[in-house]
């Protein structure tokens, strides 16, 4: 495995693996300080060369969204909002309510040689105003190697 990304978390977080991995990569990183509150990232193989490939940052968010309300146990998805935050990444930003509580999430999602980087940001939502600063500062630090293609 030869995948280049980096970010920078607050030094509680403490990497582990999912028990079913379901991606090419995928790490967690977790916190015994606040349930709820995690940071993840996965690495899928992709037939484009950058996000813009899959649509706008609105376009992306519609199939995010399209698959969060799909899942098990989810009721509702309420997008917040979405952005080109350059690099060749877009930013997401939504709500998710379901039978384990509400969860506010933000997602980066950027292509790379091939492969799909997705970093998922997940925080109850009743700790969302707390932690809010935090998570938009750290996710500005993720990055991945771009091969820009025009």
Request: hydrophobic fraction near 35%; aromatic fraction near 10%.
């Given at each position: 495995k030869n995948f280049s990304y980096s970010l920078n978390l607050p030094p509680v977080f403490t990497p582990g693996n999912k028990p079913l991995q379901t991606h090419v990569d995928e790490m967690l990183f977790?916190?015994?300080?606040?349930?709820?509150?995690?940071?993840?990232?996965?690495?899928?193989?992709?037939?484009?060369?950058?996000?813009?490939?899959?649509?706008?940052?609105?376009?992306?968010?519609a199939r995010v969204v399209g698959v969060e309300v799909n899942r098990d146990g989810v009721f509702d998805v309420t997008l917040n909002s979405t952005a080109d935050v350059g690099h060749g990444q877009y930013q997401l930003?939504?709500?998710?309510?379901g039978k384990r509580g509400i969860k506010h999430l933000v997602n980066r999602v950027g292509v790379d040689s091939g492969m799909l980087y997705v970093l998922t940001v997940s925080c109850k939502d009743k700790d969302w105003a707390v932690y809010k600063?935090?998570?938009?500062?750290?996710?500005?630090?993720?990055?991945?190697?771009?091969?820009?293609?025009?």
């Open positions: 977790t916190t015994s300080n606040v349930l709820g509150y995690s940071y993840g990232i996965t690495i899928d193989p992709v037939r484009i060369n950058s996000i813009s490939q899959f649509g706008t940052p609105e376009e992306v968010a930003d939504y709500v998710s309510s600063d935090e998570i938009e500062s750290v996710v500005k630090t993720f990055s991945i190697s771009i091969n820009e293609v025009m």
